[in-house]
T-cell receptor, first 115, second 114 residues
Framework: EAQVTQNPRYLITVTGKKLTVTCSQN?????MSWYRQDPGLGLRQIYY???????DKGDVPEGYKVSRKEKRNFPLILESPSPNQTSLYFC??????????????FGPGTRLTVT | DQQVKQNSPSLSVQEGRISILNCDYT??????FLWYKKYPAEGPTFLIS?????DKNEDGRFTVFLNKSAKHLSLHIVPSQPGDSAVYFC?????????????FGQGTELSVKP
């Protein structure tokens, strides 16, 4: 089944404790992206990757890191999480055609709480 | 500064009637626009898109209209069905200049009543 998977689905952590949220897609998509969803703010893009080893900042990259060492995986790293990073996170991927930002396939989301 | 705005947080429509969801943008460099639908506890799913060279795109019950001079787009759902009840996000990209960056609006929660 074609899908985007994220792990963990739920995470409660403390301020400053490094964490990684994994994202994997099995559709051989070139483009991958991370978003956070907050009430009243909609979805905001954190980072995106047009291809392996190519990553770029979205609208709200501060406090996050990403890497794209292989096509299928795009982990989101919070080196020192803070309470304002409490949010619902989505990973997405899309094929290169017609253009990468078109039909993105989203994962089920990761609910992160930082205390 | 919110470059893509959905000013109506919610909309309630009777089944069978038309639903019109609106979206305004400020960046004249945006050249692609998309609508996504989101059910609770699920990731968003792609609905329909339009490029800036068009002013209308239709897919079944869903039609997106783009008014570039007013920097406004709208999504029409006709006829509305209870299964359409969800949060709808519009999104915009200046793909030609900014590659994969995508800006979403705040979302509009549509409720279709039987």
């Amino acid at each position: 089944e074609a899908q985007v998977t994220q792990n963990p689905r739920y995470l409660i952590t403390v301020t400053g404790k490094k964490l990684t949220v994994t994202c994997s897609q099995n559709m051989n998509h070139e483009y991958m992206s991370w978003y956070r969803q907050d009430p009243g703010l909609g979805l905001r893009q954190i980072y995106y990757s047009m291809n392996v080893e190519v990553t770029d900042k979205g609208d709200v990259p501060e406090g996050y890191k990403v890497s794209r060492k292989e096509k299928r995986n795009f982990p989101l790293i919070l080196e020192s999480p803070s309470p304002n990073q409490t949010s619902l996170y989505f990973c997405a991927s899309s094929p290169d055609y017609p253009i990468p930002i078109y039909e993105q396939y989203f994962g089920p989301g990761t609910r992160l709480t930082v205390t | 500064d919110q470059q893509v705005k959905q000013n109506s947080p919610s909309l309630s429509v009777q089944e069978g009637r038309i639903s019109i969801l609106n979206c305004d943008y400020t960046n004249s460099m945006f050249d692609y626009f998309l609508w996504y639908k989101k059910y609770p506890a699920e990731g968003p799913t792609f609905l329909i898109s339009i490029s800036s060279i068009k002013d209308k795109n239709e897919d079944g019950r869903f039609t997106v209209f783009l008014n570039k001079s007013a920097k406004h787009l709208s999504l029409h759902i006709v006829p509305s069905q209870p299964g359409d009840s969800a949060v709808y996000f519009c999104a915009a990209s200046a793909f030609t200049n900014q590659g994969g960056k995508l800006i979403f609006g705040q979302g509009t929660e549509l409720s279709v009543k039987p």
